[in-house]
């Protein structure tokens, strides 16, 4: 599926919590559902097609796709206790517009992420090719700047998804669209004297590499190498799991570490990874497993540098839940636990939360909670983010009280 109709289904570390990529430090069990924050498709937003960052007091952080003061998309702050307040309106323009992925928390307090359309650096689509920017807090008020206007040329354009730092306060995501072969790219931004500076560290070809930076976070390990998820592409066209290692003369090396094959093999995945204590990889696929409605898998590090894939779930898309776009997050005890972004309630399907655990060597799935009941959420895409007391949270671009999307927490 080309990834801009994608997105447009489904939702038209250096920070201070990248909670998204780490164990929660309490164990889980199921408890209640709440739904934190109904936007109403006014000055505070709509559609939040957005994973959530937390700080440490407790708020968390978005981004809203539409909605705002010009009604092309926000960024939002929502207090412990629901209160919503929103930190910038998007007005289109060298400003930039239509924001996806949420945002990034550096250790001052800055919120960085991107848009997909807007900016100054081109015409990708009669609305600019796409941003990054920053929020800098100042007393009450925000002060957004952008960093840098994609072009709609070899440096990409249409970026989607969220930005991650590595140790040295450089900024890295992907595009979807645009790069040397048309397929999208990996971008690194650094920050200079004179402002930050883009470079592309890898062009993907629509080959083996495969194509299309997906939904979810880049994922940094320690010795500074690159892991991310290409949504299309590789040798069997259902997209790859790659590595980009940085080397002394400032190039990047990619290494394709997995194609996926498709059913009854996971296949086109979207999310991002994460990682457990034994270095395996773990991510979701949109569609492939043995039904075509998705799956979970798991890549090992094997000798000589190789990978080995295993389906750990593979979805039936009945009330176990279908198509799942989110990055899986792991609590203190190993669980695994996403979304689908539909399946669940036979009257709805509208999607799930969703527990994988451990047990006699398989894999067996829970489900935490069925979205579409009455007011609440539906399509939830993102996934999920632990809080800093440990609760899950995430958003739904649609459903709520008005129909404009919501955040729920669920509670231990």
Same mark, same amino acid.
């Given at each position: ?7 447009? /289904?489904?939702s038209k570390?250096c ?5 998204t990529?780490?164990m929660?430090?309490?164990?889980w ?7 934190v ?7 505070? #937003?709509?559609d939040?097609?957005?994973? /959530?960052?937390?700080?440490?007091? *407790? ?5 809203t796709a ?13 207090a ?7 930190l910038h ?7 930039g ?10 250790g001052?307090g ?6 997909v359309a ?6 990708c ?7 990054v920017?920053? +929020? ?12 840098y ?10 970026p *989607?998804s ?5 140790g040295?306060?450089?900024l890295f995501s992907?595009?979807p669209?645009?790069g ?5 790219v990996?971008f690194? +931004? ?10 592309v560290?890898h062009?993907?070809t629509g ?22 998820i ?11 799991v790659?590595?980009?290692?940085p ?7 990619q290494?394709?570490l ?6 009854p093999?996971?296949?086109f995945?979207?999310g ?7 270095g ?7 569609f ?13 590090p094997g000798?000589?540098?190789?990978? &080995?894939?295993?389906v750990?779930?593979?979805? &039936? ?9 989110s ?10 636990f996403?979304t ?8 709805c399907?509208c *999607?799930?939360?969703?527990k994988?655990? /451990?047990? #006699? ?14 007011s ?8 999920l ?5 440990g609760?899950?949270?995430g958003t ?13 927490r669920?509670?231990?």
């Open positions: 599926m080309k990834n801009k109709q994608f997105r447009s /289904l489904v570390a920070a201070v919590f990248a909670v990529t780490m929660a430090s309490v164990a069990a199921t408890g209640g559902y709440k739904k924050y109904s936007f109403t498709g006014g000055i505070d #937003g709509s939040p097609a957005t994973r /959530l960052t937390f700080d440490s007091a *407790g708020n968390a952080y978005g981004t539409a909605g705002g003061e010009f009604d092309l998309g926000a960024v939002f702050q929502i412990p206790d629901g209160t919503q307040a929103t309106s998007f007005e289109g323009g060298g400003d517009s239509d924001p996806h992925g949420g945002v990034t928390l550096d001052a800055n919120l960085y992420g991107t848009t807007g900016g100054s650096g081109g015409m689509a009669g609305d600019g090719c796409g941003t920017f920053k +929020l800098t807090p100042h007393g009450d008020s925000w002060f957004e700047s952008i960093l206007a994609f072009k709609g040329g070899n440096d990409g354009f249409g *989607g969220g930005l991650v730092f590595d040295a306060g450089n992907t595009t669209d645009g040397k072969h048309s397929a999208g990996v690194e +931004l650094s920050p200079g004297a004179n402002g930050w500076k883009q470079k560290i062009a993907f080959g083996n590499d495969g194509a299309i930076g997906s939904l979810g976070l880049l994922l940094f390990d320690g010795a500074g190498n690159l892991y991310g290409a949504e299309l592409g590789g040798a069997h066209g259902a997209g790859t790659y590595e980009l290692s080397t002394p003369r400032g190039v990047w090396k290494k394709t997995y194609a996926f094959k498709g059913m093999d996971a296949g995945p979207y991002g990874l994460n990682w457990d204590a034994a395996n990889l773990y991510g979701t696929t949109y492939g497993g043995n039904s075509g409605t998705g799956s979970v898998f798991q890549l090992s000798p000589n540098g190789t990978w &080995q894939e295993s750990l779930y593979n979805f &039936q898309g009945g009330t176990d839940g279908s198509f799942p776009t990055t899986l997050i792991f609590d203190a005890a190993g669980n695994l996403g689908t972004s539909t399946g669940g309630r036979p009257s399907d *999607g799930t939360v969703f994988l655990t /451990l047990s #006699g060597g398989s894999w067996n799935e829970k489900i935490v909670h069925f979205f579409g009941k009455g609440d959420g539906y399509s939830p895409n993102y996934g983010t632990f809080d800093p007391a609760n899950l949270n739904t671009p649609a459903g709520g009280t008005g129909g404009h999307g919501m955040i729920f669920l509670t231990p």
